[in-house]
């Protein structure tokens, strides 16, 4: 069974920036009910279709499965909820992990982020100095949230 653990910080300046090259991410939902999310994602010329479980602290149930390319690009436009949550996403190694830092457009501008996975709830990392309050337990920065309230509107 594939469990995420995951911790969300907000991030503060651009120091970041430089660290990576970012890659331009389209994601839209099928279904962003907080018990069964389903999520159809392209990342640059990769497609997936991702089933997220209820949040429970930072963990939840997560199964991930490539799809073609051209099937995502007509459920993003055709099927998902709208808004579609647009966003460059940094991949930034850091003390032994990767730090995802995603930087939204669109209806979220002005949003940056910082996601950390983790192999346990309680495993220890170094926090560079980018990262700033922790809002892991903050259900209006989850992805499926910032479509139905759009950081734009807050």
Same mark, same amino acid.
């Given at each position: 069974?594939?469990?995420?653990?995951?911790?969300?910080?907000?991030?503060?300046?651009?120091?970041?920036?430089?660290?990576?090259?970012?890659?331009?991410?389209?994601?839209?939902?099928?279904?962003?009910?907080?018990?069964?999310?389903?999520?159809?994602?392209?990342?640059?010329?990769?497609?997936?279709?991702?089933?997220?479980?209820?949040?429970?602290?930072?963990?939840?149930?997560? %199964? #991930?499965? @490539?799809?073609?390319?051209?099937?995502?690009?007509?459920?993003?436009? /055709?099927?998902?909820?709208?808004? $579609? *949550?647009?966003?460059?996403?940094?991949?930034?190694?850091?003390?032994?992990?990767?730090?995802?830092?995603?930087?939204?457009?669109?209806?979220?501008?002005?949003?940056?982020?910082?996601?950390?996975?983790?192999?346990?709830?309680?495993?220890? %990392? #170094?926090? @560079?100095?980018?990262?700033?309050?922790?809002?892991?337990?903050?259900? /209006?920065?989850?992805?499926?949230? $910032? *479509?139905?309230?759009?950081?734009?509107?807050?």
């Amino acid at each position: 069974m594939a469990v995420e653990i995951e911790r969300k910080f907000l991030v503060v300046g651009t120091e970041w920036q430089s660290l990576a090259e970012g890659v331009l991410y389209r994601q839209g939902y099928l279904s962003s009910a907080k018990e069964r999310v389903v999520r159809v994602r392209t990342a640059g010329p990769d497609a997936f279709l991702t089933i997220k479980g209820l949040t429970t602290g930072v963990t939840r149930l997560e %199964f #991930e499965y @490539p799809i073609p390319f051209d099937d995502a690009t007509a459920m993003l436009d /055709r099927v998902c909820e709208r808004p $579609l *949550i647009a966003k460059t996403r940094y991949r930034i190694p850091v003390g032994g992990f990767t730090w995802e830092v995603d930087q939204f457009h669109e209806e979220n501008e002005g949003l940056v982020v910082a996601e950390i996975e983790l192999p346990d709830a309680n495993t220890v %990392f #170094e926090r @560079p100095s980018w990262v700033g309050e922790e809002v892991s337990g903050d259900t /209006r920065y989850f992805n499926a949230n $910032l *479509i139905q309230h759009p950081f734009s509107r807050w």
